[in-house]
């Protein structure tokens, strides 16, 4: 699971900040044929229940390079909910991250409720959600590792999703000022306020935590963040605030890392937990949102900084 710096690290890791050289040998060979759109994050498949081997390829490389990559399938409209679940079980992603408002298999239908606990919170309504990455307010040994999601309809207008890899992030925010990075991988740079239920008791605690950590045994980079004014206290020091104001400018910018656009019936994306946001929606009788997401635990296999970058971590 993720952990932080405090934690001595066994394996050299480019977002250890003791270790330059290493970090501008990996942004050299990050940069090297980065998508610069987001077509080139695209894989056709057939079925995601069965991928082939070059689906599985092509899925894969996109992930190594981006952390990203979006599918574009034959399967439609169909609803079944195996199609996320058995792609995820071919990627490597098994411990799934069952939240109290998940479904009894774990995914979570998200499309407008009108009603019930799923109606106060955003995610279950067509209003904008800001940037953010999923589980920023698990505790530090249940952090999300990956992040899937599956159109099985999207809404009649809207709906779109930015999204950008947090390891560029990460990269932009260290050459700007690798004080960012420190004030960001402080035990308590961002606390996330204790959910209290309709009895007035603490159904979640307070959760304080790193924005960016990295894991000591894979040296795996971790983000936990939101723009969510409501879901985050940050730590009340200047460069803690310079630090979010330049993610915020940068995640609002027109920077060739970002990318927009939506999910169709059929489409997915998979990741490893990337930043990402949604605009807002409007359903009308014939479109109804619906996207199944789907949580985990452990990373996608092939995905760890070893697979990716090996000549740099000999």
Request: with cysteine.
């Amino acid at each position: 699971m993720n952990a932080t710096l405090t934690k001595a690290l066994t394996i050299q890791s480019p977002f250890d900040l003791s270790n330059t050289p290493l970090f501008e040998r990996w942004c050299d060979a990050k940069l090297k044929d980065y998508p610069t759109a987001l077509g080139d994050l695209v894989v056709k498949v057939n079925d995601p229940r069965q991928l082939t081997v070059a689906e599985h390829a092509g899925l894969l490389s996109r992930l190594r390079k981006a952390n990203m990559a979006v599918y574009v399938s034959a399967t439609g409209d169909d609803a079944d909910r195996d199609i996320p679940l058995k792609l995820a079980s071919q990627l490597g992603a098994l411990d799934m991250n069952h939240n109290w408002l998940s479904d009894d298999d774990g995914l979570t239908s998200l499309t407008v409720v009108d009603e019930g606990a799923r109606h106060n919170y955003i995610p279950y309504t067509d209003r904008a959600i800001k940037w953010h990455t999923d589980g920023y307010y698990n505790t530090a040994n249940q952090q999300i590792q990956s992040l899937n999601l599956h159109c099985v309809s999207p809404a009649a207008t809207g709906g779109e999703n930015r999204l950008t890899d947090h390891e560029m992030a990460y990269m932009l925010m260290r050459q700007e000022n690798p004080e960012f990075i420190k004030a960001f991988m402080a035990p308590d740079a961002m606390t996330i306020p204790a959910r209290i239920d309709e009895a007035g008791t603490v159904a979640r605690r307070e959760e304080k935590g790193p924005v960016f950590s990295v894991c000591p045994n894979t040296g795996n980079l971790h983000m936990r963040h939101t723009i969510r004014e409501r879901n985050v206290i940050w730590k009340d020091n200047a460069i803690t605030r310079q630090a979010e104001a330049f993610l915020e400018n940068l995640l609002e910018s027109d920077c060739a890392y970002i990318y927009q656009g939506r999910l169709e019936p059929g489409m997915g994306l998979v990741s490893t937990n990337v930043l990402h946001d949604r605009a807002a929606f409007a359903d009308d009788e014939t479109h109804t949102r619906l996207i199944y997401r789907a949580r985990y635990f452990d990373r996608l296999k092939g995905t760890n900084l070893m697979d990716v970058y090996p000549e740099l971590l000999d």
